[in-house]
């Protein structure tokens, strides 16, 4: 993997990292009081849960294109979604 690839699959998670941090230094730079310390680290503990609940795999994510096949033919109802990072 490259690093444009890398900056590109990863631009939100260091997009979040970039604004907490630099919220953090001005934080620190105007000598916050708790209740910004508060709200800060609730920011933090929304973009991790955020972070997490998007990283979950589907239970039924298909191995290869004979599973998709299989799925397909089997004569119920079957949603297939394609995607891809890029």
Do not use: H, K
């Amino acid at each position: 993997m490259t690093l444009a690839q890398l900056l590109n699959q990863n631009s939100f998670l260091i997009a979040v990292i970039a604004a907490l941090g630099g919220s953090c230094i001005a934080l620190i730079a105007r000598r916050a009081r708790r209740r910004a310390w508060l709200v800060w680290m609730a920011a933090v503990t929304v973009a991790i849960g955020i972070y997490f609940a998007m990283r979950t795999t589907p239970s039924r994510a298909f191995g290869s294109a004979a599973d998709v096949q299989q799925a397909v033919t089997a004569g119920r109802p079957t949603l297939v979604e394609f995607y891809s990072d890029f």
